[in-house]
């Protein structure tokens, strides 16, 4: 009876996959208590190389590659993603970074990327760090290729940092202690207060409202001038300006003002008058106002006809009734 040798084990062949913006804000969050960029830096090249390491430790095969997918404004690279583009076995993938800091086409490159290397069979198993619901169409679409999907979290400080339903859909999960990531990241130090240097000194301050105007009321000996302000050591004083203009009915030329539009009514009521004495007759028409080029001061006014007699053809004797010569 022919014996069979035991199956050789099958080496398998992992990619690990990053979301930077999930490893960077969740470790922010546990270590210092925030998850802005800007109040830690980290040292992404010996924690890419002790994540590899980890990996391997668990998985035993061969690594890929590592795919570290961060975001950069209009997708240029910073001189720390410039940096990890240049490490072996590394692949950079950048999304574009919103006014809002956030990452935007990340998920899409992720899924992209997983799912062709399982596609084409270029991978058996793959290590996600992720904790966005956004992965579970990627993980999914990975595993109908038959890809083993092991997912990685940072530890929460205190809940949960990952979706339920990422972690349902994952074939393992493992979580990364505050312990492993401590070494890699460190707090910024807070900027110095350049009024409290004691160096450059204390920074000029600018007078507060109540010095300005605290002396606004109090009048000065002068007549109606506003008071000195006084020196606040770090603006020179603003000076005596000279007297106010009065105001009101007491000001120079309000008398004046005020007899004539007493006399306006006295103005109108002669000017009434004198029309009134100029006013024509009826009959009369402006050819006979003094003054037109066609008055004639001797000559009668003659009477019109009435618009109802048919003007010049009604006046027989005026009108010759054969106009031809002869």
């Known amino acids: 009876m022919t014996e069979f040798a035991a199956p050789l084990p099958i080496l398998a062949r992992y990619a690990v996959m990053v979301d930077v913006g999930y490893i960077y804000a969740a470790a922010g969050e546990l270590l210092f208590g925030s998850s802005s960029r800007?109040?830690?830096?980290?040292?992404?090249?010996?924690?890419?190389?002790?994540?590899?390491?980890?990996?391997?430790?668990?998985i035993r095969g061969?690594?890929?590659?590592?795919?570290?997918?961060?975001?950069?404004r209009d997708r240029v690279p910073t001189i720390d993603q410039r940096v990890i583009a240049q490490m072996p076995w590394v692949k950079l993938r950048l999304g574009n970074l919103n006014a809002r800091g956030q990452q935007k086409g990340v998920d899409a490159q992720i899924r992209a990327d997983m799912e062709a290397l399982a596609r084409h069979r270029a991978i058996t198993?793959?290590?996600?760090?992720?904790?966005?619901?956004d992965m579970v169409p990627a993980v999914e679409a990975a595993?109908?290729?038959?890809?083993?999907?092991?997912?990685?979290?940072?530890?929460p400080p205190y809940g949960?940092?990952?979706?339920?339903?990422l972690v349902w859909?994952?074939?393992t999960v493992d979580v990364l202690e505050g312990t492993f990531l401590r070494?890699?990241?460190?707090?910024?130090?807070?900027?110095?207060?350049?009024?409290s240097d004691p160096v450059l000194g204390p920074s000029p301050t600018a007078p507060t409202p109540s010095q300005l105007f605290g002396e606004r009321h109090a009048r000065s000996t002068r007549t109606g001038g506003f008071p000195a302000i006084r020196d606040t050591g770090s603006f020179p004083a603003i000076r005596d300006t000279g007297p106010m203009p009065r105001l009101g009915p007491d000001r120079p030329g309000a008398r004046a003002l005020a007899d004539g539009a007493d006399a306006v009514p006295a103005v109108r009521r002669a000017a009434r008058e004198v029309h009134a004495d100029r006013?024509?007759?009826r009959h009369q028409g402006h050819r006979e106002l003094p003054g037109h080029q066609g008055h004639r001061p001797d000559a009668a006014a003659r009477p019109r006809p009435h618009p109802g007699r048919g003007g010049r053809r009604a006046r027989g004797a005026e009108v010759d009734p054969d106009p031809r010569p002869g």
């Open 183 to 195: 070494p890699y990241f460190a707090k910024n130090p807070t900027a110095v207060d350049p009024r």
């Open 143 to 155: 595993q109908a290729f038959g890809v083993r999907v092991h997912l990685w979290g940072i530890e």
């Open 125 to 133: 198993d793959s290590v996600l760090i992720a904790g966005d619901e």
């Open 279 to 281: 006013r024509l007759p």
């Open 62 to 72: 061969e690594l890929l590659r590592v795919y570290w997918y961060d975001a950069a």
């Open 169 to 171: 859909e994952s074939d």
């Open 160 to 165: 949960t940092n990952q979706a339920e339903r």
């Open 38 to 58: 800007r109040d830690f830096r980290v040292d992404a090249v010996p924690l890419i190389q002790v994540i590899t390491k980890h990996a391997d430790d668990l």
